[in-house]
């Protein structure tokens, strides 16, 4: 069964820090981009980080710019997502998707969904 799993998220208060991982099972992620999306309550799916195959290459939302870092190891078949100087708007659910070349942000271009993980940051 190919599926994605997230991991790592939680309740956090503003400032803190949280390490979101996303681990292939059924397949391998080498060949895949990886994008962070998440989805506040009442808000629609936004795109947080992509990074490449080889990990040479990210892009980052300009709200997460700075605070927020992606990196992979493939030999663990597990990408991550570094949530630092967390925000309460930060708060949501946090997805990981795998796509073939460069999707970037566009959610429709990604073949793979993880389940999510909730981010909540408060005092």
Do not use: H, M
């Amino acid at each position: 069964q190919l599926q994605l799993v997230e991991s790592g998220g939680g309740l956090v208060q503003p400032g803190g820090s949280l390490r979101l991982s996303c681990a292939a099972s059924g397949f391998t992620l080498d060949y895949y981009a990886i994008g962070w999306f998440r989805q506040a309550p009442g808000k629609e799916r936004e795109g947080v980080s992509c990074i490449s195959s080889s990990g040479s290459s990210t892009n980052y939302a300009l709200s997460v710019k700075g605070r927020f870092t992606t990196s992979r190891d493939n030999a663990k078949n597990t990408v991550y997502l570094q949530l630092n100087s967390l925000k309460p708007e930060d708060t949501a659910v946090y997805y990981c998707a795998a796509g073939v070349g460069w999707p970037g942000f566009e959610s429709r271009e990604y073949d793979y969904w993880g389940q999510g993980t909730q981010v909540t940051v408060s005092s």
